[in-house]
């Protein structure tokens, strides 16, 4: 049943709407509720989609593209060598260990070295896509679990670009089909020499590397020059497709393409920018892809060969589950982290449709084995989440006590700092270079991207974005920080932002900069304590000034103009509450006035300060000892 | 009986780096019944909240001047503390009797020994002789000056030294706060330090 664009967006959409919270109530992972949607409204079950599900798939594989994007947008390379360790270690041999089995095993069911090594490459990759997914929701991260999968993972995705280089190779043993294809990507690449095919594939490669440095940052500083923010969104899309398109003309995987992007941007001021545009497209597109994953599962091919196809789903869960087994022992992981790597790094990831097809194109084997192999990746990772929850439920109390969580011994991938600095102008620069000159470093965030560019010159971690998004705070560290300093100008954008931080993040110490004596109010009955107008000093130290030149003395005009500050700060929480019941408050005009009016009355009534400042004032005592000695004598 | 109340104000404008000064602080300040006031924390521009430091000296009973020894006398907060909420016609002078009864004494750290603090040593006069200043101060406030608890040559104590005179300044506390200490002529005693009852401590 094919029909309108719209109508199928109204299924895939409605379909994801009904499974996915479904899937939630339960306790289960998202991606289960997409794959099932995708089963349920696939070709089997109720025929919404049919054929066009492999051009959907296709299309969905978008999502791994611009998660990809973002996860190369992660790593700095910096963060990368410190982990080298454990990704080289734990991803290196679980690639290689699975490699190797798969091929003897398919190798002794007869296969050829050419297709057996091309399935083994495909079948030793994970999904990216289920696990970071999971991850995430769980929010298990931080965990042993968590950083060694990303190793493993990140590894993985790394590893295919030499795999997918070194696939043409094989076929020219398999030569006979050179020339034609059939997945219908039409590739110049496909009538020039394997030789000359690897070259270009490196060629591509460094082509991204080159763009990302010397064309993708330039342009971003043009578009953030327009503070539009929807054009930033337009930019950062057209990034990513721009380096799929360029990897697809020439048959690479685009996700590859968009991994290396984000690599090199990663150390651009945008980083938090792009992923924050990124991430709602790349959730929805993830959605896409496992709905089509759950779609393209081929039941009339099981139903035919329920027996092979039950075997080696099994064989191949096995295979990786035993080599995760090792490598997991090997680097010397608790058991409970051990099953739970397991588990989740079993099944065959989207790389696998990327490769097998790959291989399939170039005619290393058919169609019927590439679509036996499809079905197996999407049998693998549709059962991941369930063997998790098998694990989870069964398993894991079984052994024991969860073993407590300790800090991950290998290297976490983010250095956050204790202080974010948001707004770097005038107010927060000052305040910035008193804290570096302390030795603390903040991060820094900042709207103006030429300034954000000077500044990291200069060796400051400042990043470009609207410290108002939800996202942007949690990218920098909102999560992990001790303190947040406002300094934005704009007293608007304050309020808005002092709301997200209170909802989202109610340990953080909030230092807000206020405008004028009505600022200070409205953030006051926001709830912050620490406020500091950025008047109130300056305007003091020019009336201490002018009474030294009218001969006042220093000290004491410095004592006054204290309490006078003390004074102000007081009478300023006190009358916070009147402002809010006051119907003046729509008006802030009208309300400064009410104010000054209100404080000036305040002023008179306490009369001046040196009246009851009573420290080293010898006229005073002078006036008591001699009005008690007439008064005795 | 109930315990007494003691308030130590402190004073010391590099608190972070002194080792000596911390351990006796960290030692002391969850006693029950005993409010360590950190001058340079609370007021490090030299603004002292009279009226919060009035009410803390009403609610005790006794006071402990804690600070190191800096020029033969005691950092320019803890004067400017006692310059300004000593007030006359509170603390002294006529109806100046706000502290009348309560008890007053100094703990402070020097970096030289006894031995150089006397006649003959190279700063030719007494701790004690020193300290004349506080003790005055606290018979104008009709206050009972106790002697005072010192740490001396702090810069070469050792680590189980240092431990000593923490536990001998928390005993000390403990015995004033019961008011179990027998305090003989307070002329003829150099340190509170001295007493048997405190010097038993060193021994354990």
């Known amino acids: 049943m094919t029909g309108t664009f719209l109508f199928q967006a109204v299924i895939y959409l409605s379909a994801a709407v009904v499974c996915v919270p479904i899937a939630k109530r339960f306790g289960l992972s998202s991606v289960l509720g997409y794959l099932f949607a995708g089963i349920i409204i696939g070709p089997y079950l109720l025929k919404f989609i049919g054929e066009e599900g492999e051009d959907i798939l296709h299309f969905a594989e978008f999502g791994v593209v611009m998660m990809l994007f973002l996860i190369g947008l992660e790593i700095e390379p910096k963060a990368f060598w410190k982990m080298k360790k454990t990704i080289l270690g734990m991803g290196g041999s679980q690639v290689v260990l699975t490699t190797l089995l798969s091929f003897g095993l398919l190798s002794v069911m007869g296969y050829s070295w050419q297709s057996g090594l091309s399935i083994a490459m495909a079948l030793s990759l994970s999904s990216t896509a289920i696990v970071l997914q999971t991850l995430k929701e769980k929010n298990l991260m931080d965990t042993v679990y968590g950083a060694s999968s990303f190793s493993i993972l990140l590894f993985q995705d790394i590893i295919v670009i030499p795999m997918l280089a070194v696939i043409p190779l094989f076929s020219t043993a398999a030569a006979s089909v050179s020339g034609g294809h059939e997945g219908g990507h039409p590739s110049f690449l496909d009538n020039l020499p394997v030789g000359l095919r690897t070259v270009f594939v490196l060629l591509s490669v460094v082509c991204v590397v080159l763009a990302g440095r010397y064309l993708f940052v330039p342009l971003l500083r043009v578009v953030a020059l327009t503070r539009l923010r929807e054009l930033f969104s337009a930019s950062a899309l057209l990034i990513v497709i721009a380096i799929a398109y360029l990897m697809e003309l020439v048959g690479l995987s685009p996700a590859l393409g968009a991994f290396l992007g984000g690599v090199v941007l990663a150390t651009s001021e945008f980083k938090h920018e792009l992923e924050s545009n990124l991430e709602p497209f790349k959730g929805l597109l993830l959605g896409l892809f496992f709905i089509a994953v759950g779609a393209s599962i081929n039941f009339g091919m099981i139903l035919d060969n329920p027996v092979e196809i039950t075997l080696l789903v099994v064989g191949v869960i096995t295979l990786k589950g035993v080599v995760l087994y090792i490598v997991a022992s090997i680097f010397r992981i608790k058991m409970d982290q051990k099953l739970l790597i397991v588990v989740g790094l079993s099944q065959v990831g989207e790389f696998a449709f990327v490769l097998l097809s790959f291989a399939n194109q170039l005619g290393i084997f058919s169609k019927e084995r590439l679509d036996l192999f499809l079905v197996i990746t999407a049998i693998s990772m549709t059962l991941t989440p369930l063997l998790a929850i098998f694990n989870e439920h069964v398993i894991l109390p079984k052994i024991g006590t969860k073993e407590s969580e300790e800090k991950p011994p290998m290297d976490t991938i983010e250095k956050k700092n204790k202080v974010i600095l948001v707004g770097f102008g005038h107010f927060g620069s000052t305040i910035g270079r008193f804290l570096r000159a302390n030795g603390v470093e903040s991060t820094i965030l900042d709207h103006d991207s030429s300034r954000v560019d000077l500044l990291r010159k200069m060796g400051f971690e400042v990043y470009y974005g609207d410290a108002m998004r939800e996202d942007l705070l949690e990218s920098a560290g909102a999560g992990d920080a001790k303190i947040l300093i406002s300094a934005i100008d704009d007293p608007d954008a304050t309020l808005r932002m002092v709301e997200v931080l209170q909802h989202n993040y109610p340990d953080l110490t909030l230092l807000v900069r206020a405008k004028s004596r009505v600022d200070a109010y409205q953030l006051l009955n926001a709830g912050v304590t620490h406020i500091y107008r950025e008047t109130l000093d300056t305007s003091v130290r020019v009336a201490e000034d002018a009474l030294h030149f009218l001969g006042h003395r220093k000290y004491t005009t410095l004592r006054q103009a204290q309490n006078f500050k003390k004074y102000d700060e007081d009478s300023l929480r006190r009358l916070a509450d009147k402002v809010l019941n006051s119907d003046e408050y729509i008006f802030k005009a009208r309300e400064e006035i009410a104010q000054q009016e209100a404080l000036l009355k305040e002023d008179l009534e306490r009369g001046q300060l040196s009246d009851e400042d009573t420290s080293w004032d010898s006229e005073s005592m002078r006036n008591r000892i001699n009005a008690g000695k007439s008064a005795g004598s | ?204």
């Open chain 2, 1 to 204: 009986m109930t315990l007494k109340k003691i308030l130590i104000v402190f004073a010391h404008p590099r608190y972070e780096q002194s080792r000596t000064n911390r351990a006796l602080i960290e030692g002391v300040k969850r006693m029950d019944g005993v409010t360590v006031q950190d001058l340079y924390e609370w007021y490090p521009n030299f603004n002292i909240d009279i009226f919060i430091e009035k009410d803390l000296l009403k609610h005790h009973d006794l006071i402990v001047w804690h600070h190191p020894l800096y020029w033969y006398s005691c950092p320019p907060l803890l004067k400017q503390w006692i310059d300004m909420v000593l007030e006359f016609g509170w603390a002294y002078g006529p109806e100046g009797n706000a502290l009348e009864g309560k008890q007053v004494f100094n703990v402070l750290t020097a970096g030289g020994t006894k031995e150089v603090y006397c006649e003959k040593g190279r700063n030719h006069y007494t701790i004690r002789e020193f300290l004349r200043p506080f003790e005055q101060t606290a018979r104008l406030c009709s206050m009972e000056y106790l002697p005072p608890f010192a740490v001396m040559g702090t810069h070469r104590l050792s680590e189980e030294q240092l431990a000593t005179y923490v536990r001998q300044y928390q005993e000390l506390l403990r015995s004033l706060q019961k008011n179990e200490l027998e305090i003989p002529d307070t002329d003829n005693c150099q340190f509170i330090n001295d007493l048997p009852a405190l010097q038993n401590l060193q021994e354990k």
